[in-house]
C-alpha cells in the first residue's frame, strides 16, 4: 500500500491510556516481511490527552505490505505501551488533523 499519512489514537481510558502513548517511535515497511526499510521516525511526543488523534506524514510517500512500529519511549514513567489504535491512509485518503 502507499501510505501518504498515518494517526495515532489515545484511548478514552485517563492516566493509564496517556502515560502509555509512545513518545519516540519509527515506522517501518518491508514488502516481504523480512527487510525493513525506514517509513518515518518521531521524538518528543508529549503532552497527548484523552481521546487524542495526532496524524503524521512521512516526507516521502512509500509502498509497503507490511509495517511495524518500534516504540522506544513512552510518554509516562513506567515503560509500558498503549495504544488504542493506528489508521495507515493512501493518497487521496489523507486524514485531516483533527483538533482533537
Known amino acids: 500500500m ?3 499519512s498515518y ?3 489515545v484511548g478514552p481510558y485517563g492516566k493509564d491510556d496517556v502515560e502509555r502513548m509512545p513518545k ?3 515506522l517501518l515497511g518491508s514488502e516481504d516481511g523480512e527487510s525493513w526499510q525506514l517509513v518515518d521516525t518521531q ?3 508529549s503532552g497527548w490527552k484523552n481521546g487524542e488523534r495526532r496524524v503524521y506524514i512521512p516526507t516521502a510517500i512509500k509502498v509497503f505490505k507490511y509495517s511495524r512500529l518500534e516504540v522506544g519511549d513512552v510518554a509516562g514513567p513506567e515503560r509500558v505501551f498503549r495504544l488504542n489504535s493506528i489508521h495507515y491512509f493512501t493518497p487521496g485518503t ?3 488533523k483533527p483538533s482533537c
Open 7 to 9: 494517526r495515532l489514537h
Open 2 to 4: 502507499p501510505l501518504s
Open 24 to 26: 519516540n517511535w519509527r
Open 94 to 96: 489523507q486524514a485531516t
Open 43 to 45: 521524538n518528543a511526543q
